[in-house]
């Protein structure tokens, strides 16, 4: 456990500058904590931590180049104690799950009141792990959902169908016939509880499944 006077001293990574300046700021002002850094990009988050070595990491998923997720895998293999807080607008079951396997320590959204972040910074200093309400209820609908996860290969699918190609463009693009995207789509379908194209695009938009540019 850190002494109860440390100073937690916080990077922050962000893409909208605004945002990142306003967190920064309201963090800064405590008397325990310190933003040693801010960064808009995955890689220069990745290159931040490794220089700074900070104690917490405000991570967002949504980064050009690099995403807030590969980020959180690159750094936990460079520390496996770093200590990750996802502060996003994406609220789906599918990235709260891959951000929290990725090894995040806890998901936040960013519509949350700054006084919460603040709590929950500390907290998670001290070696906490608490999970929000809204996060606890998507992660239950995961695990009670009866159907198998998507495979890589059905994600991919999933994102050229979300993206408007059509069977024959998807095959091209991925380099097999049509008749294995059919049986991916298949899959898929059943996988997601759906029937038809549209249906399975809005299914995996809501829980985080894929995601439009």
Known sequence: MPPPNASIRILCVDDHPFLLEGVARKLGSEQDMEVVGTATTGEEGVELFCRLRPDIVLMDLQLPGMSGL?????????????????LTMYQGDED???ALRAGAVTYLTK????NDLVSIVREVH??????PPLVASRMAERIGRSQAAL????IEVLELIAKG???????????VSAETVQTHIK???AKLGVSDRTAA???ALSRGIVHLP
Do not use: C, Q, Y
């Open 96 to 98: 709260i799950f891959r």
């Open 187 to 189: 899959h898929l379908f």
């Open 165 to 175: 190609r059509r069977n024959k463009e998807i095959a091209d693009a991925l380099s």
């Open 126 to 131: 001290g070696g906490g792990r608490p999970i």
């Open 201 to 203: 695009v809005t299914v």
């Open 70 to 86: 590969r980020a959180i895998e690159t750094i936990r293999r460079e520390d496996a104690e770093a200590r990750i807080i996802v």
């Open 111 to 114: 519509d949350m009141l700054v």
């Open 151 to 154: 495979s890589p290969r059905e």
